[in-house]
């Protein structure tokens, strides 16, 4: 393919961005304006005539809050179609991500001085790297001070940082979203790469809801086939693991392979692969069965000297920067037994040492000593009952320990609370804590007394940003540890309580309008005002309640639940008919009509009704849904619990 191409699309003009003047478009600032870098066919031309001309109104692209003016299927107007589905919160410097966890200076010399080598290009062995690690070693650190380091050279394709923390992944993002990258980096944004997409989008307009192979085949491969650059560009995926479906992970793996282990040679497409993950035995085995011999594979290792200069760093910081009126100047804190007690027990785990610090330099309490001296007892106990060449064998025991440290300073009239908080946000999509509070009827006082000793490991928004900020795990083990009753014990999350928790809430909110609801919250605040934090948090239960349920089913019991449903008045729900997902709300009928089957009695009968009654009340679930059509939907207690509920026989019903 030429490039430039031999014809370029016809100049761009918007006519609401070109006003009405009485002065001549040529000394007029917008028609400067209208040409990219101040150039084009019209450039510095004055007092023309244009006949038998064409001109198409093109929108204005916006990226990164400034307003450009593109030819069709260049790479700054393709970047601006695809930046639509990119997954803006899990790039190098998302605010999202902020404060970016990095490498302290001094710290993983040797592997990041490997990994600075392959990516100069001055190891040409490997077209890949698998970076593995267990949970807290430290591997996104890595990862960010690496894709810092190759922006800076001119080597970064793109880099993604994928979380549990969101709730909005598939695999589809993920390979568009590398394509935006690379369509804006430095060393493609000017070149064909853009420009090739572009055709392939104008060949396919479906293009971007394709499976991922054929768009890792359209928008990475083919366009970059045969661009000779000066240096290869690297990609970095780090938490591949954290998201999509073991299978999901797998296919993006066996894609890249596919590339590495291209017929053609190598540098036919100019791209190298950091993939950062957990060691799962699906990854291990894709990564070694898929890229035979151009993957390489290393381990992070668990340094006892990193983690010293990292604990004694953050010593530092807390004794001259966060608390210099707590110390005398020539006082020494902490001694280096207490700092070395510290290093030991993480264990080589970074999230053990970087949860310590944030323990010892708590800002709800502002009392290091005292929070060191707690840390150096809970040490001590746990050493008591688990000698320290036994916990280097299982490295998750001293983090376990720590939590459930923390966690036994919340105090026992609270801990349901600080549980269910916890739990709802790291089960269901996250809301704004100031509806998460309204949602569980928590007023502002007890949302923040419940999670007032865990802010070592949940970031809780401040007050003044509670309408747009949410709860955020410092790292997914807590979540993890709690999840799991074998290593939590007490404090383990009993997940069908949590469903049936959270199913109560949402229907007790969709039971009232969102008038009264908004007049009754626990929180209010002027902005939002109560009427937005109704609107918003009754959209959200409308959405979400029906999986709930259906998920109490699976892991717990369901007559406590049953009693909430069957004095649900589910005339309500035309209020938030818009919300409501069809596939939801059928499949938890579906799943109301089999618990029968699991009860020594009936618990669900069927009744026939009017369909004029339906017509009149309930013609919102024609439209909701076509495939079974339901013509009442009104639950009652009439000795066993009876579901009123009228309908076209399906198949599946009788089964």
């Given at each position: 393919?030429?490039?430039?191409?031999?014809?370029?699309?016809?100049?761009?003009?918007?006519?609401?961005?070109?006003?009405?003047?009485?002065?001549?478009?040529?000394?007029?600032?917008?028609?400067?304006?209208?040409?990219?870098?101040?150039s084009g066919p019209f450039h510095n031309s004055s007092h023309f005539v244009v006949k038998d001309s064409h001109f198409f109104d093109q929108s204005v692209v916006?990226?990164?809050?400034?307003?450009?003016?593109?030819?069709?299927?260049?790479?700054?107007?393709?970047?601006?179609?695809?930046?639509?589905?990119?997954?803006?919160?899990?790039?190098?410097?998302?605010?999202?991500?902020?404060?970016?966890?990095?490498?302290?200076?001094?710290?993983?010399?040797?592997?990041?001085?490997?990994?600075?080598?392959?990516?100069?290009?001055?190891?040409?062995r490997y077209d890949a790297v698998w970076l593995y690690g267990p949970m807290g070693v430290g591997k996104t650190a890595i990862a960010q001070t690496l894709g810092q380091w190759a922006e800076r050279n001119k080597v970064l394709g793109a880099a993604l940082f994928l979380s549990k923390s969101e709730d909005q992944y598939d695999s589809n993002r993920i390979i568009i979203s590398i394509a935006f990258q690379l369509a804006v980096c430095p060393s493609l944004k000017d070149g064909p790469y853009g420009y090739r997409i572009g055709e392939q989008l104008a060949a396919d307009g479906a293009l971007l809801s394709k499976d991922i192979a054929t768009q890792f085949k359209k928008l990475i491969v083919e366009p970059l086939s045969g661009l000779h650059l000066p240096q290869r560009l690297v990609i970095i995926i780090d938490g591949l693991d954290e998201c999509l479906d073991d299978q999901e992970q797998c296919d993006i793996l066996r894609l890249i392979s596919r590339a590495v282990h291209s017929p053609n040679p190598p540098q036919s497409l100019p791209l190298m692969w950091m993939i950062c993950s957990r060691p799962e035995p699906h990854i291990?085995?894709?990564?070694?069965?898929?890229?035979?011999?151009?993957?390489?594979?290393?381990?992070?290792?668990?340094?006892?000297?990193?983690?010293?200069?990292?604990?004694?760093?953050?010593?530092?910081?807390?004794?001259?920067?966060?608390?210099p009126d707590a110390f005398d100047p020539k006082e020494v804190w902490p001694i280096v037994e207490e700092s070395e007690k510290i290093v030991l027990s993480s264990s080589g785990l970074f999230i053990y040492a970087s949860t310590a610090i944030k323990f010892i330099k708590d800002p709800s309490l502002a009392s290091p000593k005292l929070q060191l001296k707690i840390f150096l007892e809970f040490i001590e106990e746990s050493n008591q009952i688990s000698a320290p060449t036994s916990r280097?064998?299982?490295?998750?025991?001293?983090?376990?320990?720590?939590?459930?440290?923390?966690?036994?300073?919340?105090?026992?009239?609270?801990?349901?609370?600080?549980?269910?908080?916890?739990?709802?946000?790291?089960?269901?999509?996250?809301?704004?804590?100031?509806?998460?509070?309204?949602l569980l009827d928590l007023s502002?006082?007890?949302?923040?007394?419940?999670?007032?000793?865990?802010?070592?490991?949940?970031?809780?928004?401040?007050?003044?940003?509670a309408p747009i900020g949410y709860l955020r795990f410092f790292h997914t083990s807590f979540t993890d540890f709690l999840k799991d009753p074998a290593r939590s014990g007490r404090f383990s999350l009993v997940m069908g309580d949590i469903h049936s928790t959270f199913a109560a809430a949402c229907f007790k909110a969709l039971g009232k309008t969102k008038v009264l609801y908004a007049k009754n919250l626990p929180w209010k605040t002027n902005r939002p005002n109560g009427l937005t934090i109704a609107h918003h948090v009754l959209s959200y239960a409308a959405t979400h309640v029906w999986k709930a349920c259906i998920s109490v089913g699976d892991t717990g019991d369901v007559m406590p639940l049953f009693d909430v449903i069957v004095h649900?008045?589910?005339?309500?729900?035309l209020f938030v008919k818009r919300m409501i997902p069809v596939s939801g709300l059928r499949d938890f009928v579906k799943w109301l009509s089999k618990q029968q089957e699991n009860q020594p009695h009936d618990i669900i009968k069927w009744h026939e009704v009017d369909p004029l009654l339906f017509v009149r009340s309930f013609n919102f679930l024609v439209t909701l849904i076509n495939q079974v059509l339901y013509r009442d939907l009104v639950l009652q207690k009439a000795g066993d619990i009876a579901l009123r509920l009228a309908m076209d026989r399906e198949p599946y019903l009788s089964t």
């Open positions: 393919m030429e490039w430039p191409p031999p014809s370029f699309p016809f100049p761009v003009f918007n006519s609401y961005d070109m006003p009405y003047t009485s002065q001549p478009y040529h000394n007029n600032q917008y028609a400067q304006a209208a040409r990219p870098g101040q916006e990226i990164h809050n400034h307003n450009h003016y593109y030819y069709p299927h260049t790479g700054a107007y393709v970047a601006g179609l695809l930046s639509q589905s990119s997954l803006h919160h899990a790039e190098l410097y998302s605010q999202a991500r902020y404060p970016q966890p990095e490498c302290l200076d001094g710290t993983r010399k040797d592997l990041i001085r490997d990994f600075q080598s392959w990516m100069s290009g001055r190891d040409v291990r085995h894709t990564v070694l069965r898929a890229f035979k011999t151009r993957c390489d594979r290393k381990e992070v290792p668990m340094d006892d000297d990193d983690i010293r200069l990292y604990i004694n760093d953050g010593f530092t910081h807390i004794k001259d920067n966060t608390y280097r064998t299982n490295p998750l025991k001293p983090i376990d320990a720590l939590y459930d440290r923390i966690l036994s300073r919340v105090h026992e009239t609270l801990l349901s609370t600080t549980l269910r908080l916890i739990g709802i946000s790291a089960t269901y999509p996250q809301l704004p804590v100031l509806e998460l509070a309204n502002q006082e007890s949302f923040y007394a419940a999670l007032h000793r865990v802010h070592s490991v949940v970031n809780v928004p401040l007050s003044d940003i649900f008045d589910f005339t309500r729900l």
